[in-house]
């Protein structure tokens, strides 16, 4: 031992078949060094020959990566095809059972070996000494049985096995058998970033509302076509279709953003879980459901994981068991949160839809203004933006979206349209408002490029607050809905409303244009 600490040799390959779902050597082989020294054990030495294909499907001339080990890390040694590296493979090979046999490596690691070719020092060194040996490799390891080496542990093949379901395996194994002290690794999820999230998740949102948007401009022109999409037809299922897989979506973006170490078991359980939420009919609340979901998983599948290993149980089965298990298991209990979630979500935009039909001016009003001073100070990804999700989860545009469309996007458009054409505004001060003008209202973001121009001057930043709220007022008035993220001009064809659209866009542009003409 160095320092007290248990010293680890590995060999091996990345297999004949392709049924692993390991990314890369180097995930794998880091993998393994993380896990190993959760128990204080060190990885020492590596021979890995990683290939390009299938060992089984590869020919002499196939490029592979001989990985090595230098200062305890994984590190490729030689790239070349499989013929060049061959002899390569056997020295390094050869290396590992001298230090195995020199007592200077404790237990061996064998992933797909070849105990009777390039790695048969290896193999008989470790045999003869009877060091522990955990790995994986149906043929492999039944060779290594026939030889006499000593497993520490279940083993089994790669088949559906993961980067890290295989490197816990061998790393429990082997603390198992030193009889180490068996306890799980750290928290499984990290702080959430709504930020994060809800940006990861609009792209689904957008693109859904767009779509059940053309759906029903296709359904007004039904009389022109020779279908209709009704409300049972073949069109209208593909509007619902894509609408009911948002919570899916919310889901894996959170499982994704929450867990510490999401792979492949984290996302296979996210596709089964949300399955759950897309089951039945939308509901406003299932993507709240979906961020819980996400919390789940990665908590239940690292706990499942670590005790089905610790039960040695073979790689495989512990997989499948995990992602099934997650994955099912977090399911239902969205599904059922859903139940008591749902109807909470639906009093909040059955309020908002009463207080545009009947207060819409006001509502409108105040509410455009508000929108203004709640993006200067840093409310937009926290508040603003999941209540614009929420209202979007049907499928329907948002009127809270419009609101962001004429008080952001088109109040900044007027403040740097205003500056652009000014005669007295500086060169660089042009550049920069005619790439934000641009941006404004070909795509519908960069708002924060008016803010200098509005904490320069107080009659500006008022002028933004009117323009929004009138702009609300107006948006208000005519129930219109729609969603920034897109060109203005869009909302004509997808915005609910077109007239209110274009009504409430050109105030908020024209009342800070015509100001930031008269200030500067």
Not at 281 to 301: Q, R, W, Y
Request: glycine share 12%; with cysteine; hydrophobic share 45%.
């Amino acid at each position: 031992k160095s320092g007290g600490k248990r010293r680890v040799g590995l060999v091996g390959s990345s297999g004949g078949g392709t049924a692993t779902l390991s990314r890369s050597a180097e995930d794998f082989l880091g993998q393994i060094r993380t896990h190993l020294l959760h128990f204080g054990v060190e990885l020492v030495d590596v021979c890995f020959l990683s290939c390009t294909k299938g060992l089984d499907m590869a020919g002499p001339f196939c490029p592979a990566t001989l990985w090595s080990c230098e200062a305890r890390q994984a590190m490729p040694l030689r790239t070349g095809t499989l013929k060049d590296l061959n002899g390569a493979v056997r020295e390094t090979d050869k290396r590992i059972a001298k230090a195995i046999e020199e007592g200077r490596i404790d237990a061996l690691i064998v992933i797909s070996c070849d105990p009777e070719g390039a790695n048969q020092s290896s193999a008989k060194a470790a045999a003869r000494s009877g060091i522990p040996v955990v790995g994986t490799g149906g043929t492999s390891i039944g060779k290594l049985m026939n030889m006499g080496a000593n497993f520490a542990s279940s083993y089994g093949g790669s088949v559906a096995t993961t980067s890290r379901s295989k490197a816990l395996s061998y790393a429990v194994g082997l603390a198992k058998y030193w009889g180490l002290p068996l306890l799980n690794s750290a928290s499984a999820t990290k702080p959430l970033s709504f930020h994060s999230l809800l940006d990861g998740c609009l792209p689904a949102f957008l693109t859904a509302a767009i779509f059940m948007a053309l759906l029903r401009r296709v359904h007004l022109l039904g009389d022109l076509l020779v279908f209709s999409i009704g409300e049972s037809g073949w069109l209208a299922s593909l509007g619902h279709y894509s609408v009911r897989g948002l919570p899916g979506v919310v889901l894996g973006v959170a499982c994704h953003q929450l867990s510490v170490s999401f792979g492949e078991i984290e996302l296979i359980a996210s596709l089964v879980a949300g399955g759950f939420l897309s089951s039945t009919e939308p509901a406003t609340g299932k993507v709240v459901c979906g961020v819980f979901g996400g919390f789940l998983i990665p908590n239940i599948s690292a706990s499942l994981l670590f005790r089905f290993t610790m039960y040695g149980w073979p790689a495989t089965a512990t997989t499948i068991l995990t992602s099934g298990l997650s994955g099912v298991g977090s399911g239902i209990l969205c599904h059922s949160l859903s139940y008591l979630i749902c109807p909470v979500f639906n009093l909040y935009i059955d309020t908002l839809n009463y207080g545009l039909e009947n207060y819409g001016a006001l509502l409108g009003l105040i509410l455009g203004g508000l929108t203004v001073t709640a993006s200067m100070h840093g409310y937009y990804h926290t508040i603003l933006l999941p209540l614009i999700l929420l209202e979007m989860e049907d499928g329907s545009m948002s009127f809270l979206g419009m609101l962001d469309m004429e008080a952001l996007v088109l109040v900044c458009a007027g403040i740097c349209c205003g500056v652009a054409v000014h005669p007295r505004s500086r060169p660089a001060e042009i550049q920069a408002a005619e790439r934000a003008l641009s941006i404004n209202l070909r795509w519908g973001d960069y708002v924060e490029a008016a803010y200098p121009f509005m904490e320069r001057d107080i009659y500006i930043m008022i002028a933004a607050h009117v323009g929004g709220a009138v702009g609300g007022a107006l948006c208000g008035y005519y129930e219109a809905k729609g969603s920034a993220y897109v060109p203005c001009w869009s909302l004509l064809i997808i915005g609910e409303n077109g007239i209110g659209c274009l009504l409430g866009m050109a105030a908020a542009f024209a009342i800070p244009f015509l100001t930031t003409l008269v200030r500067l």
